[in-house]
């Protein structure tokens, strides 16, 4: 089955800064990878997705994924404390429909 | 649009006793999924709903675990006979698949505690 392991578990950052966040997996046939974001109380929120290698940039956000390596990662630019959140990375199999999480960064954003 | 709305927001429970939570996923969303989330394990798979056809409940526990959907506007999960370790936040989430894969819209979930 595949796995999904994230790093680092958690971060603290001041506002500002450049968050950087990793995920590795290991089907090498997996089809999406997304990144969900989670604050306290919440269901996790889509942020965005990628399927080809390469980079994807929406707004501050830039994800590069590198099927080779099996690593991909989320890039936050000027990071805000409303950012502050968990960050979960998730891996479709074969079965397009079938998502495996990893658990997730904790990220603080300091004012 | 109101979202995944997902009853009630908590449960508590004694052991041995029955739950049951509710999802009522986003209208025209033709795939529903059940997760559940501790801190320990993380979001775990449970069951997946497409044209409210049960298609996969591979992580479901069979024992004491069942999942319905009777309609297109909802969903239940039903735990017997509950147990300490049965203690979670459980998500439902619905999805329109697409090009792009599924993408997931959650909703609060519903955190169970079972004394």
């Known amino acids: 089955q595949e796995k999904v392991q994230q790093s680092p578990e958690s971060l603290i950052v001041p506002e500002g800064a450049m968050v950087s966040l990793n995920c590795s997996f290991s089907d090498s046939a997996s089809q999406s990878i997304w990144w969900y974001q989670q604050h306290p109380g919440k269901g996790p929120k889509a942020l965005i997705s990628i399927f080809s290698n390469g980079n994807k940039k929406e707004g501050r956000l830039t994800v590069y994924l590198n099927r080779a390596s099996l690593h991909v990662s989320l890039h936050i630019k000027d990071s805000q404390p409303s950012d502050s959140a968990v960050y979960l990375c998730?891996?479709?199999?074969?079965?397009?429909?079938?998502?495996?999480f990893g658990k997730g960064t904790h990220l603080h954003v300091l004012p | 649009n109101a979202g995944v709305i997902q009853t009630p927001r908590h449960k508590v429970t004694g052991k041995g006793q029955e739950a049951t939570l509710w999802c009522e996923p986003i209208?025209?969303?033709?795939?529903v999924f059940w997760y559940r989330q501790t801190i320990v394990q993380g979001l775990e798979f449970l069951t997946y709903?497409?044209?409210?056809?049960?298609?996969?409940d591979s992580g479901m526990p069979k024992e004491r675990f069942s999942a319905q959907m009777p309609n297109q506007s909802h969903s239940t999960l039903k735990i017997q006979s509950t147990q300490p370790q049965d203690s979670a936040v459980y998500l439902c989430a619905s999805s329109f698949p697409g090009l792009g894969g599924y993408e997931q819209y959650f909703g609060p979930g519903t955190r169970l505690t079972v004394l």
């Open positions: 998730a891996v479709s199999s074969t079965n397009a429909y079938k998502v495996i």
């Open positions: 709903f497409r044209n409210q056809a049960p298609i996969d």
């Open positions: 209208s025209g969303h033709s795939a």
